[in-house]
């Protein structure tokens, strides 16, 4: 595999686990049926924080994945596979 053909598909996996988080979040928050806004807050990131990550405009670092965890109080690996 070309080294063109590498990146791609690197791009590509991070497209999908960015999708994959941004959803997830989502469907948790809506489940517990609070705000973008007011979940930002909790987890002490700035108003919109929430609304950018939905949007896929980033991916959380490590600390604010876990502070989503812990907000949502599920495992990482409870988040990744959906269990709740």
Same mark, same amino acid.
């Not at 690197?10 to 979940?39: G, H, I, W």
């Not at 980033?58 to 965890?69: A, D």
């Given at each position: 595999?070309?080294?063109?053909?590498? $990146?791609?598909?690197?791009? #590509? =996996?991070?497209?999908?686990?960015?999708?994959?988080? =941004?959803?997830?979040? $989502?469907?948790?928050?809506? =489940?517990?049926?609070?705000?973008?806004? $007011?979940?930002?807050?909790?987890?002490?990131?700035?108003?919109?924080?929430?609304?950018?990550? #939905?949007?896929?405009?980033? =991916?959380?670092?490590?600390?604010?994945?876990?502070?989503?965890?812990?907000?949502?109080?599920?495992?990482? #690996? #409870?988040?990744?596979?959906?269990?709740?």
């Amino acid at each position: 595999m070309s080294m063109k053909n590498d $990146k791609k598909l690197q791009n #590509e =996996s991070c497209a999908e686990f960015l999708e994959f988080v =941004s959803n997830r979040v $989502k469907e948790l928050r809506m =489940s517990k049926n609070v705000s973008a806004r $007011k979940m930002s807050l909790l987890i002490g990131q700035h108003c919109g924080y929430i609304t950018k990550l #939905e949007t896929q405009k980033f =991916s959380p670092s490590v600390i604010c994945f876990l502070k989503i965890c812990n907000y949502f109080e599920i495992s990482p #690996e #409870e988040f990744f596979n959906g269990c709740t």
